[in-house]
């Protein structure tokens, strides 16, 4: 069965930092991954999505994220945070039947 | 483009009784989605139409919920008798293919 595993519950960064939420799945064929962001309140947006091809995907308020099939992986990176991402993240995968990771809250410090 | 809209946004219970939450998609998506998000936990699948059928209603507890597409856009959702685990955050999503879904802004659920 699919499933997503998000290591870090909680994370902070000051702004300005390098930013990388990890992400691991289990999926039986060719995934498509998926990365959400929820602010407050707020429904999901995405941020970015891999199906196929280049490996290295640029998304949306300058994030990209590396699909490593090796390491079952989909770790999404920002290179310089700013206090308008701190948000919850989710990493989902599948297709019809989407699965979603237990989220990433990121906190930002001035 | 307007986006997925849902209502009521906010809507306390109490336990036992019967709460409904509605659903309107983006114009011209055929697949739509409910999702249960529990504070603290990731959006869990409740149930996907393709137009007015029922795709995959695996994860819906089906002794107290029920969610109907009559004419293959707007959608409710409804849970009767509501219990005080169902406190959680309900997401309607929609999308033309299954590959990006569009989210509303959900409603959040208090069961007392």
């Known amino acids: 069965a699919q499933s997503v595993t998000q290591p870090d519950i909680h994370i902070t960064v000051s702004e300005g930092a390098s930013l990388e939420l990890r992400c691991n799945y289990s999926?039986?064929?060719?995934?498509?991954l998926f990365w959400y962001v929820q602010s407050p309140g707020q429904g999901l947006q995405l941020l970015l999505k891999?199906?196929?091809?280049?490996?290295l995907v640029q998304g949306i308020k300058g994030f990209e994220a590396e699909f490593k099939r090796s390491q079952s992986s989909f770790n999404l990176r920002k290179p310089s945070v700013h206090w308008s991402d701190a948000a919850e993240y989710f990493c989902?995968?599948?297709?019809?039947?989407?699965?979603f990771g237990a989220g990433t809250r990121l906190t930002v410090k001035p | 483009e307007a986006g997925v809209a849902q209502s009521p946004r906010y809507k306390i219970i109490e336990k036992r009784q019967s709460v409904a939450f509605w659903c309107n998609p983006i114009s011209g998506h055929a697949t739509l989605y409910w999702y249960q998000q529990i504070l603290g936990q990731g959006p869990k699948l409740l149930i996907q139409f393709q137009n007015n059928g029922v795709v995959d209603d695996s994860q819906l507890p089906k002794d107290r919920f029920s969610a109907e597409r009559l004419k293959g856009v707007d959608s409710t959702l409804k849970i009767q008798p509501a219990k005080l685990e169902d406190s959680a955050v309900y997401l309607c999503?929609?999308?033309?293919?299954?590959?990006?879904?569009?989210f509303g802004p959900g409603t959040r659920l208090t069961v007392t």
């Open positions: 891999y199906f196929s091809g280049d490996t």
């Open positions: 989902a995968v599948g297709y019809n039947d989407m699965r």
């Open positions: 999926y039986g064929a060719t995934p498509y």
């Open positions: 999503a929609s999308s033309i293919a299954a590959n990006e879904q569009y």
